[in-house]
C-alpha cells in the first residue's frame, strides 16, 4: 500500500522550532519530487516548500522563506521539513505530497500522493 506519513508536529512557543518528517512506504520516495502544504484553520490550503527528486532544487513561499528548510534523505525514504522562528499565523496542518511530474511544485493538483497530516500549533 502506498502511503505518505507526516510526523514531528505539536505545540510549540513563538520563536521556536520543530522538524516535520515525511515517510514513505509502499514505494520509493527518491522517485518523487516531494511538497509540504499547509491548511490554517477557515483557509484554503497552501504550498509551503518543494524538493526536486534528488534534492537539488527546493523552493520555499514567501512567507516561510529564510525560515523553513527541506530536506531529504532518499536512502531513509524521508523528508524533512526544519522550521525555526515559528510564528502564530504558522499554526496549520501539515501535509506532505509526492509527485512524478517536474514542474508544478506548489500546485497541490499535479501531486499523486498525500499524507494525512501533522498539527502544528505556535502558541504561548
Known amino acids: 500500500q502506498l502511503q505518505l506519513v507526516e510526523s514531528g508536529g505539536g505545540l510549540v512557543q513563538p520563536g521556536g522550532s520543530l522538524r516535520l518528517s515525511c515517510a514513505a512506504s509502499g514505494f520509493t520516495l527518491g522517485d518523487y519530487a516531494i511538497g509540504w502544504f499547509r491548511q490554517a484553520p477557515g483557509k484554503e490550503r497552501e504550498g509551503v516548500s518543494c524538493?526536486?527528486?534528488?534534492?537539488?532544487?527546493?523552493y520555499y513561499a514567501d512567507s516561510v522563506k529564510d525560515r523553513f528548510t527541506i530536506s531529504r534523505d532518499n536512502a531513509k525514504n524521508t523528508v524533512y521539513l526544519q522550521m525555526n522562528s515559528l510564528k502564530p499565523e504558522d499554526t496549520a496542518v501539515y501535509y506532505c505530497?509526492?509527485?512524478?511530474?517536474?514542474?508544478?511544485?506548489?500546485?497541490?493538483?499535479?501531486?499523486?500522493?498525500w499524507g494525512q497530516g501533522t498539527q502544528v500549533t505556535v502558541s504561548s
Open positions: 524538493i526536486s527528486r534528488r534534492g537539488g532544487t527546493t
Open positions: 505530497a509526492a509527485r512524478t511530474v517536474v514542474g508544478g511544485c506548489l500546485l497541490q493538483g499535479v501531486y499523486n500522493y
